[in-house]
């Protein structure tokens, strides 16, 4: 079975700091990535998605992750964050399994940013 | 807002108890996913139902069962109640193919059922 790894349980930084937030995975065949973000008091909401074609992926509020296949590894970055980042993410993997695609989750990294 | 609805938002019952959990999805998603978020065990997948049909099953206890009605809100039932099912329960929905592969998902805000 699949499984995801965030290294970073608890990420604190300072605005305007660089953010990377590690995730990796284990599975040995084709798989699709994601990170989602949940804000404080609000729903999981898709920050960006890997499926094929350039590995660095661009999402949504400036924030890119990086699939590089030998390493299992889709890590979040963030050039510059804000007070707004402040966050919970995760990434997740889904991988086939029988005729379907099953979501595996990481634990999430919560993510305070200081003012 | 997602346009994902859940119902109710926060629900305590007792153990050996049954509730039923409900989801609206976005108009026009065929797809719907239920999560069970809890401290130990982080965001676990349970089921997904396509158009009214099972279409994937995750880690989900044989007390708990779900299903899509025909205006595709769907209900997650959850019976026999331990301590250890209080979590965050999820629900999201997604359009087009109701593969996880391509679509994006859409979450709920959540029910937050605590067991006594």
């Known amino acids: 079975a699949q499984s995801v790894s965030q290294h970073n349980h608890h990420v604190i930084l300072s605005e305007a700091a660089s953010l990377e937030l590690g995730c990796n995975y284990s599975y040995g065949g084709t798989v699709n990535l994601f990170w989602y973000v949940q804000y404080p008091g609000q729903h999981l909401q898709l920050l960006l998605k890997?499926?094929?074609?350039?590995?660095l992926v661009k999402g949504i509020k400036g924030f890119e992750a990086e699939f590089i296949k030998s390493k299992f590894s889709f890590n979040l970055r963030k050039p510059s964050v804000q007070w707004s980042d402040t966050a919970e993410y995760f990434c997740a993997v889904n991988a086939q399994t029988g005729g379907s695609y099953i979501p595996t989750f990481g634990r999430g990294t919560s993510l305070i940013v200081h003012p | 807002d997602s346009g994902v609805t859940q119902t109710p938002k926060h629900l305590i019952t007792a153990t050996g108890q049954r509730v039923t959990l409900r989801c609206s999805p976005r108009?026009?998603?065929?797809?719907v996913y239920w999560y069970q978020q809890s401290l130990d065990q982080g965001l676990q997948f349970l089921i997904q139902?396509?158009?009214?049909?099972?279409?994937a099953k995750g880690n989900i206890l044989e007390r708990f069962s779900a299903q899509q009605f025909p205006d595709l809100h769907s209900e997650l039932n959850l019976s026999s109640l331990e301590l250890g099912d209080s979590a965050l329960y999820f629900c999201?929905?997604?359009?087009?193919?109701?593969?996880?592969?391509?679509?994006?998902?859409?979450f709920g805000p959540g029910t937050r059922l605590t067991v006594l």
């Open positions: 139902y396509y158009n009214g049909e099972e279409r």
């Open positions: 999201a929905s997604s359009g087009a193919s109701g593969s996880y592969r391509t679509d994006t998902q859409y």
């Open positions: 890997y499926f094929s074609g350039d590995p």
């Open positions: 108009s026009g998603d065929l797809s």
